[in-house]
């Protein structure tokens, strides 16, 4: 039987994943009201522009980590609350912390009294640096390799304490919680800034450009990419389950070279500007590859392929802007 659900909180709704959720929710017909909280640091109001007319939508511009009163009650709280650029994690760690301690809490109390159903957004970051490839894919039972101090370790040190807080406060007040683990979600609405952004937006923007792709290191790294899609079906799914696992790793299995990503997009686009290798980042995962056996068995299969996904970013970029072309 699957749940009904009437009211969200989504803090981060203006951002990359937060805001195709919002979408979808109010898709629903059973859906009275989705509340963002977002501060806009890394979203957009025009994330939500299609949405944006629908009576069921209240946006509070607010920084969660800022003490906050909402006087609704929700039957589900989402933390999609996050700075995900590696860029800008380098430069703010101190939010990037605290939006995963202070910010959270603070959701986590919201939930607390409406005894809402919490969902924390952690990340595959939390499994650590393999420097060889797992023969299997990571459980969400698999043990952490984590590298300390190093220029980035702010963002998955603050996922993990973000993990054991939800788990413990959530447990001592009661109160149902997930925690959700995405594994390098791509797709329209991602953050465009190329001084460091994620891999798939920067190889696009470069091939749209006819600029050389740079693929830091051999390119002999491996990641699993998941379409934005694929990825909130199966959100949906454990947020309608009666009882879903605690912890659950939502990825494609696929596995993906980034060298073998990087000869994809320029052939997408055509660009024979190719190839060049930049420095590989220190203790930065050489693979990267999630076990999905939890969220499979909650009836979740992803369905887009890679080419089909990255001919829809493409589209959307196209779409943004105009000065990407030549
Ligand atoms: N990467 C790259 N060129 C870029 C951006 C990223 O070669 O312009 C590589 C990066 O070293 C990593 C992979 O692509 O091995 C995925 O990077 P991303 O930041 O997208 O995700 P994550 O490192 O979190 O998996």
């Known amino acids: 039987m699957s749940k ?3 009211k969200y909180l989504v803090a981060g709704g203006a951002g990359f994943i937060g805001s195709h959720l919002v979408t979808r929710l109010l898709e629903n017909p059973n859906t009275k009201r989705v509340t963002v909280v977002d501060n806009f640091s890394t979203g957009s109001p025009e994330n939500l522009s299609s949405v944006a007319s629908d009576p069921r939508l209240e946006v509070i511009a607010h920084d969660i980590t800022d003490n906050f009163e909402v006087h609704d009650d929700f039957d589900v709280v989402l933390h999609l609350a996050a700075i995900a650029n590696p860029s800008d994690y380098e430069v703010s760690p101190i939010p990037t912390l605290l939006v995963n301690s202070r910010g959270n809490e603070n959701l986590i109390d919201i939930a607390r009294r409406s005894s809402a159903q919490y969902f924390f957004f952690s990340s595959s970051e939390v499994y650590g640096s393999y420097d060889f490839i797992p023969r299997q894919g990571l459980s969400e039972d698999a043990l952490s390799q984590l590298v300390l101090n190093q220029l980035r370790t702010p963002y998955p040190i603050g996922k993990c304490y973000g993990e054991e807080l939800t788990k413990y406060l959530c447990r001592s007040y009661e109160n149902p919680y997930v925690v959700i683990r995405p594994f390098n979600v791509y797709g329209p609405r991602m953050d465009t800034k190329t001084t460091y952004g994620r891999v798939i937006p920067n190889f696009i923007a470069w091939a749209l450009q006819k600029q050389p792709l740079q693929v830091q ?5 491996i990641r699993t ?7 909130i079906n199966g959100l949906e799914i454990t947020l309608r ?13 696929v596995p ?11 052939r997408i686009l055509a660009n024979d500007a190719g190839i060049v290798f930049t420095e590989r980042y220190p203790h930065e995962t050489l693979s990267r ?4 056996g939890r969220i499979s068995s909650l009836g979740w299969k992803p369905a887009i392929n890679l080419e089909e996904g990255i001919k829809s970013t493409i589209q959307w970029f196209r779409t943004i802007s105009k000065s990407y072309e030549q």
Do not use: K, R, W, Y
């Open 241 to 253: 389950h009666p009882a879903p696992p605690s912890v659950i790793n939502i990825g494609s299995p």
């Open 256 to 266: 993906t070279s980034i060298f073998s990503l990087a000869q994809l997009i320029n």
């Open 4 to 6: 009904v659900i009437q």
């Open 217 to 221: 290191g051999n390119g002999e790294q």
């Open 289 to 292: 590859i999630p076990d999905i």
């Open 225 to 231: 990419f998941c379409h934005i899609d694929d990825f």
